[in-house]
């Protein structure tokens, strides 16, 4: 039976260890006492190296939009979509995550193939004013010390996804059930 046991707690985290922690990826909280500690996150994730990740969440919007947060700022009254809820660390930061095949400048991070974290007030301001439309505007991040990723995924908290720079544009509402789904339609358990 002990036997059992361990191969059947081996094959439930498998999905999760085959997904390298040294690549971009999506995170989603798992099902059951994950989600109702954390909520139903979605975050993307880059490795910073040693072991150490950053991430955002980029299903959690916000009552804020970009108008209330600069209301001095002309352009920003434009974009009607809210800022979402990046993460805890600097909260009082907007970052630009931007879907589009080189930089958009500065010390800008690539978080995957695609998929930029602009966090300058200069390229920030510049995405607002020339490509809101493949952007999306978060307040704060997420940050993972080494092992501490590794630790949560370990222990369940996460399904692990391949990296998608697409789903960050993607509209919200139902993100973090498709994407559980999505997970269950390949084969895995939650």
Known sequence: MRAFAIALFLCWIAPAAAQSLEQPLI????PGAAAQAVGPLVLVVAPLGDGQHVGFVVNRPTGVTLDKAFPDHGPSQKIVDPVYAGGPLSPEVIFALVQRRDSPGGNSLQ???????????????????????????????????????????????????????ALVMRKTDNLWDELVLRWQLRGNAV
Do not use: C, N
């Open 27 to 30: 995170l989603v909280a798992r």
């Open 111 to 165: 978080l995957m193939p695609g998929l930029y974290a602009a966090y300058e007030t200069a390229v920030v301001d510049r995405v607002i004013e020339s490509d809101p439309q493949h952007a999306r505007f978060v307040a704060g991040l997420v940050v993972w010390k080494p092992g501490e990723l590794e630790s949560e995924i370990g222990l369940g908290a996460w399904l692990v996804l391949e990296a998608d720079a």
